[in-house]
């Protein structure tokens, strides 16, 4: 059986202000009705104007996506009537998108596999409708919100190429990295600036392909895996058991875990497009698709290999630290600073990743420059690893030089060879019989003196010291 | 008088209390005329170069606190939160609003008999129409309740009622003022333009409305001159007539006598006349019936009672959707709204309106052909004078009206409608028209007719007199 899916993605676009008006694009848990003017409202009278910046969020991210840039794309209207929708008709573009036939790379195990994209297009985004209850179909009444309205939107659209729930899903997370290296938008599903809707067939060993089945309703990255996952089970029985599953739109359910019919909804809608009369057609010229393939910052995949290559770090470890271009630019600068790529990668896969996934920050809070002192503390022994790891939380938290927190905690490992001797010594003269017995050959007895040394030290003694000035005194 | 005063007389005048003389004549002559939806009692008085002339402005056109209707239930009691950019450059040049004109609902109509509220009477005849769809603002202009007026044109809304009033109504080149305000009827179609007592008057108008608009992104950077070169005179130009007017068999024939006497005055004037063909234009009147409901169906799709303006309320969205717009709409809105949907539906959006588009743009071009071998294209503004109310019922004869004036729409192309003589003591308008951006030159032609018509006094439109 062979799995088939195709997504639709509305990217959320984080300019300044909205596609068609000037009211500013940063709508989320705003009062409702509070960001909106007579142009996004559809007042009588009011038209668009075109948001430049929204064109160039688009081109780059085509650009990014491999795509055909066209010269010349057009607005369309998609008329059709909903109460979100004040115009009547949603301002996108139908006929001619401003980009196609793009590709997005997967590593799929050993390979790397293009996922196509068919079509790029710039629309505008509807408002938010509140059912009172939480059910559209038990409301008495609804409520509009229309600040969302006329927020920029990409649709993405790509073949069916995906194979696997997984797939699609890790599509996504590579899609959204993109979108925040591009700085185009936050990629956020749970704060809707990245929706998907999927389609999934199924083909069985005959070549018997089932009915294509719409998902809608997911709206996180476990979600759609879920969600497919679920839909792709239910299609295989159907399948197996020799019947097909509807040609319908099914939404995820939360509370069920399950997806189910949303018929009624669709009905097939003739959206009567024709070009939109307000707003000539976009035209853009080579120079200006040059000038912003050329302020592209290096794309994850371009960096993810540069790392392996240039910091000869394993490419899984390069994935992990290009996941963000905040991440990828802190660890370079620690590179840069002090030329020891495996060992600052270490200290950020570990520390830093889960100081970060436990405050739940997408920002380095601290700066190459705390991370690169710990490690020369580290060196220099004056503090031993097991200490610097313990600290790392509250650099994090304060951002407090390290040096200052040795000093604030009396941290200071102790490297004094004296005191060190001193303590074997003291040790060796109280235990005669460890010391015979270490020297007829039971090496593991080390411990005891080393265990000594930490005891009066309170474990601050530099260990490879302590084992190296044992082992020089026991032997004699 | 207070009632021929123009723009340019005015300028002569104190003017602090012009308009309230305005309103004095307004509630005069109202209880028979009907021009207007809503007259502005209070008024600031505005500095500016036009300190406190008083204009009327057509109902479609939005003022911010004032109520705006469209001269329709479903915007019955709508207030607009803004002014529309041509009523902002008004009031910034110091012009009075004093009231807002009826319309042929939505700016769908020939007569203003479709207004939902009441139908305006033409100042010449009280038992006519004043023709439509700015027939509110043709009768107040030609009344004098007004000096100037605004109104719109689609498809000859400015022009006809104009000619059928006796006053000079003037439709710019698309593009060159703002529709920023203007309450849609067919976005690639809709023009604001003045309608005034002289030519002057629509040059000075067009100076204080016209430009570039950031809000509009179909306006462009034009700078005219429109009063420059208007008393020039039309000696070596070349006017072009369309054999297809000769056509037409509803022209009626003191119509085209006064045409013919027109076209001999321009030649007396120094201008040549040359008879051409120009064969698309029978296509003029179906290709506009075919793209102006269109964008009309999706222009006046935001009428849904959700936000703004009439709403019957039902269970259920879609029975509110349906009786809302069942209601707030007259007939004829309705009629163009299911040809629109029809013409743009999947299975015959080829057929009709990409067909249409595409016969558009062959006239277009046909059009172009002509204006640059000739510098205007002569017409009557309408085949027929003002009728009676309630006179014309069939649809389709109502559409033909617009059989000279809808070219000029569809091409984008600036026209003119001036005064030229009276058949059966009823008005008669000229139409000139001219290639895109050529509007002073359109303004200088009509000035020479007004300045020479036998029917005008000493270059003065005659106007009529209102007994109220």
Request: net charge neutral.
């Amino acid at each position: 059986m062979k799995t088939v899916i195709g997504l639709e993605i509305h990217v959320q676009l984080l300019t300044e202000t909205k596609a068609f008006c000037s009211c500013s694009a940063n709508v989320f848990e705003k009062a409702p009705n509070t960001m909106i003017c007579p142009v996004c409202t559809g007042q009588p009278g009011a038209l668009p104007t075109v948001n430049k910046a929204m064109i160039e969020y688009a081109v780059r991210t085509a650009l990014a996506l491999n795509c055909e840039i066209h010269r010349f794309s057009r607005f369309d209207r998609k008329n059709y009537f909903y109460p979100d929708l004040p115009k009547g008709y949603q301002i996108t573009q139908y006929f001619y998108p401003i980009a196609t036939n793009g590709y997005l790379e997967l590593d799929v195990g050993k390979e790397r596999k293009k996922v196509r994209i068919r079509r790029l297009h710039i629309e505008e985004d509807a408002g938010k409708l509140m059912h009172e209850g939480d059910a559209i179909t038990k409301a008495h009444h609804t409520l509009v919100d229309m600040n969302r309205c006329g927020v920029p939107l990409i649709e993405i659209v790509t073949e069916p190429d995906l194979t696997s729930p997984g797939e699609a899903r890790r599509f996504l997370e590579k899609l959204r990295s993109i979108l925040r290296y591009l700085r185009v938008s936050s990629g956020d599903m749970e704060k809707g600036a990245l929706r998907c809707d999927a389609n999934i067939s199924v083909v069985d060993e005959k070549g018997f392909s089932s009915n294509r089945v719409e998902v809608k309703n997911m709206n996180s990255f476990k979600f759609v895996e879920k969600a497919l996952q679920f839909e792709q089970n239910r299609i295989i029985q159907a399948l197996k058991s020799g019947s097909n599953v509807e040609k319908e739109t099914r939404g995820w359910d939360l509370t069920s875990k399950t997806t189910v019919s949303m018929r009624g909804k669709e009905e097939e809608s003739d959206y009567r497009y024709f070009p939109e009369p307000d707003i000539p057609p976009v035209v853009i010229s080579d120079e200006y698709i040059e000038k912003i393939e050329e302020s592209l910052p290096e794309l994850p995949d371009q960096k993810k290999d540069r790392f392996a290559r240039d910091y000869g770090i394993p490419k899984l470890d390069a994935e992990v630290l290009t996941s963000t271009r905040e991440l990828a630019d802190f660890y370079e600068e620690c590179v840069k600073i002090k030329p020891k790529p495996k060992e600052i990668s270490n200290w950020i896969m570990t520390e830093l990743l889960r100081e970060m996934k436990n405050s739940e920050s997408e920002v380095v809070p601290i700066s190459p420059r705390h991370l690169v002192e710990l490690i020369e503390l580290v060196e220099t022994g004056s503090v031993s690893i097991k200490m610097a790891k313990e600290m790392f939380p509250e650099i994090f938290a304060t951002k407090k030089m390290p040096k200052q927190i040795v000093e604030e905690r009396g941290l200071k490992q102790v490297n004094d060879r004296d005191v060190i001797e001193k303590i074997i010594k003291q040790a060796m003269e109280q235990n005669p019989k460890a010391v015979r017995q270490y020297r007829s050959g039971k090496k593991g007895v080390l411990g005891y003196f080393v265990g000594a040394v930490m005891k009066q030290t309170r474990g601050m003694a530099n260990p490879q010291l302590v084992n190296e000035i044992a082992r020089k005194l026991l032997e004699g | 008088m207070f009632r021929s005063l123009t723009i340019e007389d005015c300028l002569n005048l104190n003017r602090e209390d012009l308009a309230a003389e305005s309103v004095k004549e307004i509630e005069k002559m109202e209880p028979v005329l009907k021009s207007f939806i809503t007259v502005c009692k209070d008024h600031e008085f505005h500095s500016g170069e036009f300190a406190g002339i008083p204009i009327a402005v057509k109902d479609n056109i939005t003022t911010k606190s004032v109520k705006t209707t469209c001269a329709s239930k479903i915007l019955e009691n709508y207030v607009p939160p803004y002014n529309a950019t041509v009523v902002e450059k008004l009031l910034l040049r110091g012009f009075t609003v004093v009231g807002k004109t009826n319309l042929d609902e939505f700016a769908m109509g020939s007569s203003t008999e479709r207004s939902a509220f009441f139908p305006t009477r033409n100042p010449w005849d009280p038992t006519r129409v004043p023709g439509g769809s700015s027939g509110g603002s043709a009768a107040a202009v030609a009344s004098g309740e007004v000096v100037a007026a605004l109104g719109s044109d689609t498809g000859g809304s400015v022009r006809q009622p104009a000619s059928l009033c006796g006053v000079v109504g003037f439709k710019p080149t698309y593009g060159l003022v703002s529709r920023y305000g203007l309450i849609a009827f067919a976005s690639s179609l809709d023009q604001i333009g003045p309608i005034t007592k002289s030519v002057r008057d629509a040059a000075i108008l067009m100076s204080a409305i016209s430009g570039k608009d950031a809000m509009d992104s179909t306006t462009v950077d034009k700078n005219i001159d429109f009063l420059k070169d208007i008393e020039n005179g039309i000696s070596g130009m070349k006017f072009a007539v369309p054999k297809e007017v000769y056509d037409y068999e509803q022209l009626d024939s003191g119509v085209a006598a006064l045409f013919d006497e027109a076209l001999k005055l321009a030649e007396k004037l120094g201008a040549k006349i040359r008879k051409v063909r120009i064969p698309s234009m029978k296509y003029a009147v179906a290709v506009y019936y075919v793209v102006a409901p269109a964008e009309a169906s999706s222009n006046l799709a935001r009428y849904d009672g959700v936000k703004y303006g009439l709403r019957v309320e039902e269970k259920g969205l879609k029975d509110m959707y349906k009786r809302t717009r069942r209601e707030g709409f007259g007939e004829e809105v309705r009629r163009r709204i299911m040809l629109g949907t029809f013409t743009l539906s999947a299975a015959y959006y080829e057929a009709y309106f990409n067909k249409a588009q595409k016969v558009r743009r062959v006239l277009s071009s046909e059009l172009d052909s002509v204006l640059t071998e000739n510098d205007a294209i002569l017409t009557p503004t309408s085949p027929i004078t003002a009728f009676k109310l309630g006179e014309v019922k069939d649809p389709l004869t109502y559409y033909l009206m617009d059989i000279f004036t809808a070219p000029a729409n569809l091409a984008g192309l600036p026209a003119i409608s001036v005064p030229y003589g009276f058949s059966n003591d009823l008005p008669v308008g000229l139409q000139i028209m001219s290639r895109r951006f050529h509007d002073a030159k359109v303004l200088r032609i009509a000035r020479s007719f007004e300045k020479n018509s036998p029917y005008n006094s000493n270059g003065r439109i005659r106007l009529p007199v209102v007994r109220a």
